[in-house]
């Protein structure tokens, strides 16, 4: 340990070797703190993107393709659930919304105004308005923000709703029309919600979707989120086993599939392109040890006929390289986590230093840089580092127990 430390420091004619020395300490650390941070902040907006696709879908659903009879029971049965914090019916219809000329797609939602807020997070984003404004036969409307824009509507207009159905088994399709007066404005904050959804009340849009007393499903709410795709397979099952209509189920990562695949291929692919700055300061590791084995040669050989044997001289070079890979990650960490749990201080600074925007809102869901630190990553990264070093040493340490005292010695 002593000859190991004695080596990292600068001498007379070796200060060049330090210098590569500190470098690749630097290298280390910006490589480690860089990767803690964009893991964090791919984290971050992971857990907000699925926070806000599921403000809207709720955790599971349970659903007939001909509708939900009884739906009421299904509501107190999964409620029994001490795993469920809520359920509510809903129908779900596709059709068209009309101003005047003006006409946007959507996708029309019945909702039970009493029961939707143990499932969805609509209400708190209400811009204008209420549930309590939707009463069954009212023909009342809330709209999303965006879909609102491009209808040209505002709380108080009207708009007319097309709905296509079938006529039944000869085939063909056939509309209904509905003039619904707009009394809400809400906005989730995620385009796929806001530019096409509109919500009424669970009887007007049974009425508009000729279901009768039947719903398209139900939707439930769990203590957990990432338990939904158990928690509610294990009550089909059981379901299975009684008698009575056997709907079928769906959980938020079926749903929401390709969203949460597209953003764990990039976190991969992310991680993967920043190991490479880990892995030049490797590199600049192998280089520092091999200059060092060069510059002590003769060192080398003078220790070896003291008595060091070749494992005593890997040991050596091998703890060099080692306390440079430990000061890395230690310093990378310390400054990552620092990093990563001031993202929301940092990135306006960096934004109005430089004048430009990390995610425009015209671009993106998010208007802001969102962060969450794991602890598993930090431990994931820290021990890839130090293996990444370890390995480095491996060359240059063998290089320098093979250095024979004899030749070096002959001409000294």
Do not use: C
């Amino acid at each position: 340990m002593f000859v190991g430390l004695r080596y990292l420091r600068a001498r007379s004619g070796s200060g060049f070797v330090s210098f590569v020395a500190l470098a690749s300490i630097i290298g280390v650390t910006l490589g480690v703190a860089t990767l803690i941070v964009v893991l964090s902040v791919m984290n971050g907006f992971e857990t907000e993107l699925r926070g806000r696709l599921l403000s809207m879908t709720s955790h599971a659903s349970i659903y007939a393709k001909d509708g939900l009879l009884n739906w009421q029971s299904i509501v107190r049965e999964v409620r029994s659930n001490t795993e469920i914090d809520g359920a509510a019916p809903y129908v779900e219809v596709e059709g068209m919304l009309a101003n005047g000329g003006v006409l946007a797609g959507a996708i029309i939602t019945g909702i039970e105004p009493a029961l939707e807020p143990d499932v969805s997070e609509v209400a708190q984003h209400m811009l204008v308005g209420s549930f309590a404004d939707l009463e069954p036969g009212s023909r009342r409307v809330l709209l999303g923000r965006s879909l609102a824009l491009k209808l040209g509507v505002a709380p108080g207009d009207s708009v007319t709703v097309l709905v296509p159905l079938p006529l039944g088994r000869g085939g063909g399709v056939t509309s209904r029309l509905r003039r619904y007066h707009v009394t809400g404005i809400f906005e989730l904050g995620l385009q796929d919600h806001d530019s096409v959804r509109a919500l009424v009340h669970l009887s007007d849009a049974a009425e508009l979707a000729q279901l009768g007393d039947r719903v398209t499903g139900v939707r439930i709410r769990v203590s957990n989120i990432f338990s939904a795709p158990r928690v509610i397979r294990a009550w089909a099952e059981g379901r299975n086993n009684t008698q009575g209509q056997i709907p079928d189920v769906r959980d938020w990562t079926q749903d929401n599939a390709s969203y949460f695949r597209a953003i764990r291929i990039e976190k991969t692919m992310m991680t993967l392109l920043l190991s490479l700055i880990v892995g030049v300061a490797a590199f600049n590791i192998v280089a520092t040890l091999v200059m060092v084995v060069t510059e002590k040669r003769a060192g080398i050989a003078i220790l070896r006929t003291l008595g060091y044997s070749p494992a005593h001289i890997v040991g050596i070079f091998v703890l060099q390289g080692t306390i440079i890979g430990w000061l890395g990650a230690i310093s990378g960490i310390v400054l990552g986590v620092v990093l990563a749990l001031n993202v929301d201080t940092l990135a306006p600074m960096l934004e109005f230093w430089f004048g430009f925007r990390f995610m425009p809102a015209d671009l993106y869901y998010l208007t802001e840089l969102p962060a969450e630190l794991h602890t598993s990553d930090v431990v994931w990264t820290a021990v890839i580092v130090l293996l990444m070093t370890a390995l480095a040493t491996i060359y240059p340490a063998r290089r320098a127990a093979g250095v024979e005292p004899a030749e070096v010695l002959r001409y000294e």
